[in-house]
Nanobody, 118 residues
Framework: QVQFVESGGNLVQPGGSLRLSCAAS????????MSWYRQAPGKERELVAG????????NYADSVKGRFTISRDNVDNTVYLQMNSLKPEDTAVYSC???????????WGQGTPVTVSS
């Protein structure tokens, strides 16, 4: 079955960096766009970044442009999110799913929590 396993979240000070990973299985990873989402306490899940299947074309939420970089490894079936210049408002649980502008699968991983605080 489709499975996502996210990792790399942590407590970090404002201005710091983190690299998140999402290992995917159960579908033809290299054929699908992949995206990162986040959900802050009391807020709805929002799309953070997406990456196309083959071209590597990317898109980002305005709030993270210039600070976050999404990438993928189609050999290891893993998608990454490099987060730099982190802000307190980046605090959320980060998850990944297939798809470009909306999640394709109903199953989600446990997510990885990111807390930006001094």
């Amino acid at each position: 079955q489709v499975q996502f396993v996210e990792s790399g979240g942590n407590l970090v000070q404002p201005g710091g960096s983190l690299r998140l990973s999402c290992a995917a299985s159960g579908f033809a990873f290299s054929s699908y766009a992949m995206s990162w989402y986040r959900q802050a306490p009391g807020k709805e899940r929002e799309l953070v970044a997406g990456i196309a299947a083959i071209s590597g074309r990317t898109n980002y939420a305005d709030s993270v442009k210039g600070r976050f970089t999404i990438s993928r490894d189609n050999v290891d079936n893993t998608v990454y999110l490099q987060m730099n210049s982190l802000k307190p408002e980046d605090t959320a649980v980060y998850s990944c799913n297939a798809g470009w502008s909306q999640p394709l699968f109903n199953s989600w991983g446990q997510g990885t929590p990111v807390t930006v605080s001094s």
